[in-house]
């Protein structure tokens, strides 16, 4: 089943014939991927850890340039933009994280002006360095991402769930026409991932936006994506839209490479990482309290 013949010029995004191999590597992280997505299109990229998933995301703005082929965003070719160029093409395509990445010491506020730093000359120290406009604009998106009430919180404080929409509405500040998401739900627990996806999906819908995102959640991709993208060592193996499709069909193509030794220790590998990262945070978090905890009495 292949949906990637969708005509040039309907595409947000065109990739054709990809291919990378990093550095040093034994072997290639994509090889002959092609791929078209539509505007307003909802895709998933469905894959193992070490699939190709987040390399092949990277190449859709520019952060990676692609070893063989070709990548259309927003109808330029990404590989032959350089500079101003390739600034103001990542300017019209918001990104999120796996870690969220927000300033843990900053206000939700500050956290998501930052989203509009591209469009402003000079750096900017504090939330009344900002313009009014952007100020009023991000607390509209903060509003949007139901996080009102914690506009002054540091990010620190949130939950998981809570930090990715902060990051949701930092990238809205870009008025981005593509989003691309990178595992965004892959730390958070099950209620909250699916509230996060839900919260993407709405927003997309409202704002005509074209979202292509990670995952390796068979389940969360069904019932989220438009249409689900699997990829496997690097290489396109399902490409089909999701309705009327089962997860009986996905894991038949999905779940059967893992009854192999090496997908299975691939799993196990992911697991394993996922419980790290989890403990890694936690830790970080603690440390974090104990700093705070510390220059309060300081303080007194
Ligand atoms: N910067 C890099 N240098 C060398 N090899 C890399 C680099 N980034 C990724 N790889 C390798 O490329 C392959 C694909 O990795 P990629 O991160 O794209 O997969 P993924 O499906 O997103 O996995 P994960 O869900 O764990 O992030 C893996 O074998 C990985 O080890």
């Not at 690097?234 to 192999?260: F, H, K, P």
């Amino acid at each position: 089943m292949t949906n990637s013949d969708t005509s040039v010029q309907s595409s947000a995004v065109r990739i054709q014939d990809l291919g990378k191999t990093y550095p040093g590597a034994s072997g290639p992280a994509l090889s002959g991927v092609s791929l078209s997505v539509a505007p307003g299109e909802i895709v998933v990229l469905l894959g193992l850890s070490g699939s190709g998933k987040s390399t092949l995301l990277r190449h859709i703005n520019g952060l990676e340039t692609p070893t063989t082929g070709s990548v259309q965003s927003l109808g330029q070719e990404v590989t032959s933009l350089r500079g101003r160029d390739l600034r103001a093409l990542r300017g019209r395509i918001g990104f999120i994280f796996q870690q969220f990445e927000l300033v843990g010491a900053l206000s939700v506020l500050e956290n998501v002006l930052t989203g509009s730093l591209s469009t402003l000359r000079g750096p900017r120290v504090g939330v009344w360095s900002y313009p009014r406009a952007l100020r009023e604009k991000a607390l509209g998106h903060i509003e949007r991402v139901g996080l009102l009430d914690r506009t002054y919180q540091r990010a620190d404080r949130l939950s998981g769930g809570q930090q990715q929409r902060v990051a949701i509405a930092r990238a809205l500040m870009q008025d981005p026409e593509i989003l691309l998401a990178d595992e965004p739900v892959a730390s958070l627990d099950p209620e909250s991932s699916s509230q996060v996806m839900g919260l993407i999906r709405e927003i997309a819908a409202e704002r005509g936006l074209t979202v292509v995102c990670s995952l390796h959640q068979v389940d969360l991709a069904l019932s989220w994506g438009d249409r689900i993208v699997g990829l496997r060592g690097g290489e396109v193996v399902l490409d089909t839209r999701t309705d009327n499709l089962s997860r009986e069909q996905v894991m038949e193509i999905y779940g059967r490479v893992a009854t192999s030794t090496t997908e299975i220790a691939a799993v196990e590998v992911e697991l394993a990482e996922a419980r790290e990262q989890v403990l890694e945070q936690e830790l970080r978090r603690a440390a974090v309290a104990q700093n705070t905890d510390r220059a309060g009495e300081d303080k007194a």
